[in-house]
Every structure is written in C-alpha cells, then in structure tokens.
C-alpha cells in the first residue's frame, strides 16, 4: 500500500493565479501562487487519498495517468505521506453545538469547567478509546 508519494501536477497559469490539474487522482485545485498552489495540491491529494484508503480503495501510482501539458504549463511533483496527513486530519480540533439544561450550564461556569474538555473526556470514556493528543 503507498504510504508515501510523489504524485505529478499540472499547473496551469489563470488571471488569478493558478489552476492544478492532478492526473493521478483527476481532481483539480487552485491557488493564487505557485507554492500555494502546491500546499493546495498536496492537502487535496491527502484529503482524497485518505479517504480512498478509509473506503478499502487502494491509491493510484505515482505517474498512473496521462499527463497532459500544454506549452505555458509548469509540471511539478508534490510529495506526500499519508500517514502523516491523517494524524495532521484526525488531530485537527472541529466545532461542535450541544445543549445542555440552564441549570447544568450555570453550575458548570461557577465550577470554571471547560466544555470541550469535559466533552473529550466523556467520549474518550464512552468509546473506550486512549487520548491520542
């Protein structure tokens, strides 16, 4: 299974900066400069690979696809390690709304809890799993 790639890119100049053609996954992104249009490359090959792997699918090659550069194209390799790129994703902090009683809430404030930790350490504990942070 790769783990770790260098996947070619295309990038394509526009009135605003940059389109990126990824042939290997055939996806696309944009970015206003070269390198961010890279960065832009390679969070889009994570997103796409990792869920690739998440639903048993096994990722392209490096090079599996045609490339296809017209003359003012710039063609480049972005490189990659998935594993990596899920603990950045899995790790990243999301916003989530609850309700909670008034009465549970004021109690709350006056003991100065945090609710997102509290909340953490609940499903932590609800799921049985270990705190990866």
Known sequence: MVQKG???I???????GYYV???????????STIAEAMEMA???IGLVGIDM?????????????EICKEDED???????????YRKKVDNRAVKKNCTI???????????????SRVLQDAL??????KNVN
């Open 6 to 8: 260098a996947y070619p």
């Open 10 to 16: 295309i990038l394509k100049r526009t009135d605003d």
């Open 21 to 31: 053609v990824i042939p290997d996954f055939d996806i696309g992104t944009q970015g």
């Open 42 to 44: 390679r969070d889009a």
């Open 53 to 65: 792997q998440d639903d048993g699918e096994t990722l392209p090659e490096p090079y599996s696809h």
């Open 74 to 84: 710039i063609v480049t390799l972005v490189d990659i390690d998935f594993s990596q």
């Open 101 to 115: 009683p008034y009465w549970m809430s004021v109690a709350a404030d006056k003991a100065g809890l945090n609710y």
């Open 124 to 129: 932590i504990s609800i799921l049985g799993v």
